[in-house]
């Protein structure tokens, strides 16, 4: 199993930025070689995936982040973070992380509001 806990979200204006953390434990869980990933849901919308971050470093950006948010990771505190800056309204959403492969594991999400 593994326990994933968000961080981070809030209000902020239009232009501002945040920082979301994701804590992730599990007593057979090896975040040091997992890919996790951010991702987001409005609601009545399907989740999206907002961008990856492999073990090797290696990351993936859906288009509409690319260039604003950037995704990281410590291994040795086994937290991977969105720096999300720029923030428009359309980033409006619950933010979820998730390590690849654990199909049914999710956070509770940290809901972001970005107002006009």
């Known amino acids: 199993q593994v326990q994933l806990v968000e961080s981070g979200g809030g209000l902020v204006q239009a232009g501002g930025s945040l920082r979301l953390s994701c804590a992730a434990r599990?007593?057979?869980?090896?975040?040091?070689?997992?890919?996790m990933g951010w991702y987001r849901q409005a609601p009545g919308k399907q989740r999206e995936l907002v961008a990856t971050?492999?073990?090797?470093?290696?990351?993936n950006y859906a288009d509409s982040v690319k260039g604003r948010f950037t995704i990281s990771r410590d291994n040795a505190k086994n937290i991977v973070y969105l720096q999300m800056n720029s923030l428009t309204p359309e980033d409006t959403d619950v933010y979820y992380c998730?390590?690849?492969?654990?199909?049914?594991?999710w956070g509770q999400g940290t809901q972001v509001t970005v107002s006009s």
């Open positions: 998730h390590p690849e492969g654990w199909i049914n594991y």
């Open positions: 599990g007593s057979t869980f090896r975040f040091r070689t997992t890919t």
């Open positions: 971050l492999t073990s090797g470093d290696w990351t």
